[in-house]
Nanobody
């Protein structure tokens, strides 16, 4: 089992920045892929960014060059640095962990990000 706890959401003006944190109860060395997803009202949950245990990263086109995913292995924490925020980035952001050997997927409870215009 993996418990994920997000923090760092809030209200910010367009053009501003926020950093989300996701703390894992399990060493992230043992987690194959960690990522951030988001869900806006009335829309499906979508991938924002992922990072593998080997350090490879992927980003949605909509956040490329604005968001950065990173890890602190000593703290078992994954971060999402969000810069140049836009109103369309408003959503609940969820942390996700995938353990391929057991085909397990874990989700955090979500943190609200609201970007005002």
């Amino acid at each position: 089992q993996v418990q994920l706890v997000e923090s760092g959401g809030g209200l910010v003006q367009a053009g501003g920045s926020l950093r989300l944190s996701c703390s894992s109860s399990r060493s992230i060395f043992s987690i194959n892929i960690m990522g951030w997803y988001r869900q806006a009202p009335g829309k499906q949950r979508e991938l924002v960014a992922t990072v593998t245990s080997g350090g490879s990263t992927t980003y949605a086109d909509s956040v490329q060059d604005r968001f950065t995913i990173s890890t602190d292995n000593a703290k078992n924490t994954v971060y999402l640095q969000m810069n140049s925020l836009k109103p369309e980035d408003t959503a609940v952001y969820y942390c996700n962990a995938r353990v391929l050997r057991s085909l397990s997927v874990y989700w955090g409870q979500g943190t609200q990000v609201t970007v005002s215009s």
